[in-house]
């Protein structure tokens, strides 16, 4: 993948910097190309154009990324008719939630995910169990404990309420007059059963649906991304200007920038220009006590291969291109809590922290790195950083430079107009 190569043109540069053995410590005698070149390759101007999906041929169809936007606000998938996508992923919050753990028709034992960007991700969910985008939004319409409702409902909904607006993007919609209205393979008992008992074809025909609706979510998705932060504006005038600018960051935020590529080595793990190498690895993140262990992406590496939505699955567009399934390594040690380096960007918007909001303050997060604690279970792969009061704050100031608006059409941002209409209003 191309935006692979640059992450490691990225890690490159920075090694080299540092290899001048100064990086933290003096600003004169850093050769200033690469300590530019190792800032830049922090910057959204840095970022490559998102790759298309080959495994949803909508990805980039306008309909279908409507569809996705009302979708994503529509109550009506969900078992109580209570919960939508924004209800946890909500716009004004950087769509996510600001709760330690994720409220839906139940509490699950995970924090909320923001959106932007994540169409560049290879492996969605914090053990990265999912390798699309429509694949993922399947999960959760599916799960006992947040929309809590079964594909046969799903199709119900479409073909009541979105009917025309999905037979012009996927085709005709089948009949399921005689579709029971609680079936699936995922929800409770007497769901499942029922699902066992439809045959073949109409199962078929509930899951195209089902996979549909997941397409045009994350067609929906894909446009949003983050907006130009202070820091990107930072690296903009240092090019523009040939010298590092004075005016545009506080002297303690350049000095937090060469703490997070020198002596705090974030970059190992949150480098390019989303921050994230889009990984998995172990920080030795302390458990939540009400929580059984969740041992991240050692357990998530069958599932996504196996999963019935792979890039490899039958509802997959992408006739066998999964350059990420196909290489997947085998689960081992390093795997053992691991979890998915998250973003970087907007960070400061959306506290609390880590995959279980174990973390409600920056410093917070801080204090655990330069402590580097053994991990609950598996080797964190941290060691402490010694770093003082003051560096801990200038690594903050620094974080907190990476804070700018959303990107993609302004619609996309917010709830969208005729929310909780339908679509044939009227009827
Ligand atoms: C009950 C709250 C809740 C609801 C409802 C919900 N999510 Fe999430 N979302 C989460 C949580 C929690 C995670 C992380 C879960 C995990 O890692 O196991 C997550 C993760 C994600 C991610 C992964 C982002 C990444 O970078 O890997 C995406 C994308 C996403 N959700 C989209 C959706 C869509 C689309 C819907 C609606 C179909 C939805 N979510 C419904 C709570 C929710
Ligand atoms: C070995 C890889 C690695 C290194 C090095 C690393 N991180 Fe992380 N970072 C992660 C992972 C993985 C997570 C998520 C862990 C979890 O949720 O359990 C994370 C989470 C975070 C978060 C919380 C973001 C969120 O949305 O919850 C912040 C902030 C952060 N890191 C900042 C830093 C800073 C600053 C440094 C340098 C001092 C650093 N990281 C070094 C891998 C790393």
């Given at each position: 993948?191309?935006?692979?190569?640059?992450?490691?043109?990225?890690?490159?540069?920075?090694?080299?910097?540092?290899g001048?053995?100064?990086?933290?410590?003096?600003?004169?005698?850093?050769p200033?190309?690469?300590?530019?070149?190792?800032a830049?390759?922090?910057?959204?101007?840095?970022?490559?154009?998102?790759?298309p999906?080959?495994?949803?041929?909508?990805?980039?169809?306008?309909?279908?990324?409507?569809?996705?936007?009302?979708l994503?606000?529509?109550?009506?998938?969900?078992?109580?008719?209570?919960?939508?996508?924004?209800?946890?992923?909500?716009?004004?919050?950087?769509?996510?939630?600001?709760?330690?753990?994720?409220?839906?028709?139940?509490?699950?034992?995970?924090?909320?995910?923001p959106?932007?960007?994540?169409?560049?991700?290879?492996?969605?969910?914090?053990?990265?169990?999912?390798?699309?985008?429509?694949?993922?939004?399947?999960?959760?319409l599916?799960?006992?404990?947040?929309?809590?409702?079964?594909?046969?409902?799903?199709?119900?909904?479409?073909?009541?309420?979105?009917?025309?607006?999905?037979?012009r993007?996927?085709?005709?919609?089948?009949?399921?007059?005689?579709?029971?209205?609680?079936?699936?393979?995922?929800?409770?008992?007497?769901?499942?059963?029922?699902?066992?008992?439809?045959?073949?074809?109409?199962?078929?025909?509930?899951?195209?649906?089902?996979?549909?609706v997941?397409k045009?979510?994350?067609?929906?998705?894909?446009r949003?991304?983050?907006?130009?932060?202070?820091?990107?504006?930072?690296?903009?005038?240092w090019?523009?200007?040939?010298?590092?600018?004075?005016?545009?960051?506080?002297?303690?935020?350049?000095?937090?920038?060469?703490?997070?590529?020198?002596?705090?080595?974030?970059?190992?793990?949150?480098?390019?220009?989303?921050?994230?190498?889009?990984?998995?690895?172990?920080?030795?993140?302390?458990?939540?006590?009400?929580?059984?262990?969740?041992?991240?992406?050692?357990?998530?590496?069958a599932?996504?291969?196996?999963?019935?939505?792979?890039?490899?699955?039958?509802?997959?567009?992408a006739?066998?291109?999964?350059?990420?399934?196909?290489?997947?390594?085998?689960?081992?040690?390093?795997?053992?809590?691991?979890f998915?380096?998250?973003?970087?960007?907007?960070?400061?918007?959306r506290?609390?922290?880590?995959?279980?909001?174990?973390?409600?303050?920056?410093?917070?997060?801080?204090?655990h790195?330069?402590r580097?604690?053994?991990?609950?279970?598996?080797r964190?792969?941290?060691?402490?950083?010694?770093?003082?009061?003051?560096?801990l704050?200038?690594?903050?100031?620094?974080?907190?430079?990476l804070?700018?608006?959303?990107?993609?059409?302004e619609?996309?941002?917010?709830?969208?107009?005729?929310?909780?209409?339908?679509?044939?209003?009227?009827?």
């Open positions: 993948m191309t935006l692979r190569t640059v992450l490691l043109l990225g890690v490159a540069a920075v090694a080299s910097l540092l001048s053995g100064h990086a933290a410590a003096s600003d004169s005698r850093e200033p190309d690469a300590l530019f070149q190792a830049f390759d922090l910057s959204l101007e840095a970022l490559e154009p998102l790759p999906d080959a495994s949803n041929r909508w990805a980039d169809d306008e309909r279908a990324a409507d569809l996705g936007h009302r994503f606000f529509d109550t009506r998938l969900s078992a109580n008719g209570r919960v939508s996508c924004a209800s946890c992923h909500d716009p004004k919050r950087q769509f996510q939630d600001s709760v330690p753990l994720a409220q839906g028709v139940g509490t699950t034992s995970r924090r909320t995910m959106i932007a960007a994540s169409a560049y991700s290879p492996f969605l969910f914090w053990d990265g169990r999912k390798d699309s985008q429509w694949a993922q939004a399947l999960g959760p599916e799960s006992a404990v947040e929309h809590g409702g079964t594909r046969a409902r799903y199709a119900q909904v479409i073909s009541k309420h979105y009917r025309a607006d999905y037979e993007i996927f085709g005709t919609l089948p009949d399921l007059q005689n579709a029971p209205p609680e079936a699936g393979p995922a929800a409770d008992q007497k769901a499942r059963a029922a699902w066992q008992r439809l045959p073949s074809g109409t199962r078929d025909a509930i899951t195209e649906i089902f996979v549909n997941g045009a979510i994350a067609s929906y998705e894909r949003i991304q983050y907006g130009p932060s202070r820091y990107d504006r930072f690296v903009s005038a090019k523009a200007n040939g010298t590092l600018p004075r005016d545009v960051l506080t002297s303690d935020e350049v000095a937090g920038l060469k703490l997070f590529m020198g002596k705090g080595n974030c970059v190992r793990c949150h480098n390019g220009p989303l921050l994230t190498n889009n990984e998995f690895h172990n920080t030795g993140v302390p458990r939540r006590q009400e929580l059984p262990d969740d041992r991240g992406r050692i357990a998530a590496i599932a996504v291969m196996y999963d019935e939505f792979n890039c490899r699955s039958r509802w997959s567009d006739g066998g291109r999964c350059p990420e399934l196909n290489v997947l390594s085998a689960p081992g040690p390093e795997h053992e809590r691991a998915k380096v998250p973003s970087l960007r907007n960070v400061a918007e506290a609390p922290y880590m995959h279980a909001g174990q973390f409600s303050t920056l410093a917070e997060v801080l204090k790195y330069n580097a604690p053994t991990a609950p279970l598996g964190t792969e941290l060691k402490p950083l010694k770093l003082g009061a003051g560096e704050r200038q690594l903050e100031a620094f974080l907190r430079t804070s700018g608006d959303l990107a993609g059409p619609k996309y941002l917010r709830a969208p107009d005729e929310q909780g209409k339908s679509v044939e209003q009227g009827k």
